[in-house]
């Protein structure tokens, strides 16, 4: 009896076999990724997933965050999240997208709308968009501290509201920069930018406060060179401060009625890093009574600041609306690095900015 016929089945079988379990391999390779964009953000980020040719796109093309309970069902079952700071990164969302989630990328520089340990617990890495949005924020920070300085919003309204009368000469006058001392607190990098673009203006002195010393930084600035200080000397010789800290359990309301209280009365506050790193009732206090001179923000809690919120009704605190990075350049370089930072982690790469976990 011959086996031949047999044996031919059987390798026809086995052929059959591989083929198919290369197949199989190459097809899950090629599986396209589900993905979920949260907002309207520049259209060369979403050409960048598009040209990919590895996503399946699912984008909340609107100018509004989208609402929670519709994030929540639309997560389920995507492996990349591209998010902004509006959408709140927490274990309850996680749990919706599923363990399928391979990469949570963020355009901002911030990240604490991530919950850092709930992805470190699920092993999902978080991209963010440092150092891109330096100039512009730091370009933000001095125009906003002009504005305070020289009180130009409240120097505008006066025109339109008919107040503008006769020159007078103690009418709408500032502090003055020039020969002052200004208090940089976080000397990172839009902290040294900042100083950078106001030493032109005359500043006789900079203090910086940071968790370190930092040399390297201080050597980036022309003359005078940063001094580094403890938070309390800068607090009691800055004429004007300014914030760029990121925010922290060790941070969250560290400028307080303590902070204020320390600070010269002709103080000018700028503040362009996070809401929360101000006790906005103990500002309103400080300002109101005179305890400091002025202040600028650029970043409230809530954001937006209520209409009704009693700093609206401040003319001593000008009050922008989140806009230190709103350079066209700067926000298509931050969408671009999110969805380079989301490529990445779809595929198992390190991503281009990578928070700590």
């Not at 492996?79 to 949570?104: N, R, S």
């Not at 005078?224 to 004429?239: I, N, S, Y």
């Not at 409230?300 to 609206?312: A, C, M, N, Y």
Request: aromatic content about 6%.
């Amino acid at each position: 009896m011959s086996y031949a016929p047999f044996a031919r089945l059987c390798r026809g079988f086995v052929s059959r076999r591989v083929v198919n379990s290369t197949l199989a391999r190459n097809m899950a390779s090629e599986r396209r990724h589900k993905i979920l964009v949260t907002r309207r953000v520049p259209q060369a980020a979403i050409e960048i997933l598009k040209d990919s040719k590895s996503c399946d796109l699912d984008h909340w093309d609107s100018d509004d965050p989208i609402p929670r309970g519709e994030l929540l069902n639309r997560v389920s079952g995507v492996d990349g999240l591209y998010c902004l700071l509006t959408e709140k990164i927490d274990a309850e969302l996680l749990d919706a997208a599923g363990p399928q989630l391979k990469v949570v990328s963020t355009m901002s520089v911030g990240f604490d709308h991530v919950s850092l340990p709930e992805a470190a617990k699920r092993g999902i890495p978080v991209g963010h968009t440092p150092g891109v949005l330096t100039d512009a924020t730091a370009t933000l920070t001095v125009a906003l501290l002009l504005a305070t300085q020289r009180r130009l919003i409240e120097a505008a309204a006066e025109v339109k509201n008919g107040g503008w009368g006769t020159w007078k000469p103690l009418w709408m006058c500032g502090p003055t920069l020039m020969g002052s001392t200004v208090g940089i607190v976080g000397f990172g990098r839009i902290g040294v930018a900042v100083a950078q673009r106001l030493a032109p203006f005359g500043v006789a002195r900079f203090l910086y406060a940071d968790v370190e010393k930092k040399p390297e930084n201080v050597e980036k600035m022309v003359t005078p060179k940063a001094e580094h200080v403890d938070m309390e000397t800068l607090f009691k010789e800055a004429d004007f401060v300014t914030a760029h800290t990121a925010l922290t359990q060790e941070t969250a309301g560290m400028f307080n009625k303590g902070a204020f209280s320390k600070m010269k009365s002709n103080a000018v506050f700028v503040n362009t890093s996070r809401g929360g790193v101000v006790n906005q009732d103990d500002l309103y206090e400080a300002l109101k009574t005179g305890q400091i001179w002025g202040a600028g923000l650029d970043v409230t809690v809530p954001e937006p600041l209520p209409l009704d919120h009693p700093l609206l009704t401040l003319k001593n605190c000008v009050v922008l609306p989140h806009i230190g990075s709103a350079e066209e350049s700067t926000r298509e370089a931050m969408a671009v690095l999110a969805a380079k930072n989301l490529l990445a982690g779809l595929t198992g790469e390190n991503l281009p900015a990578q928070a700590k976990l």
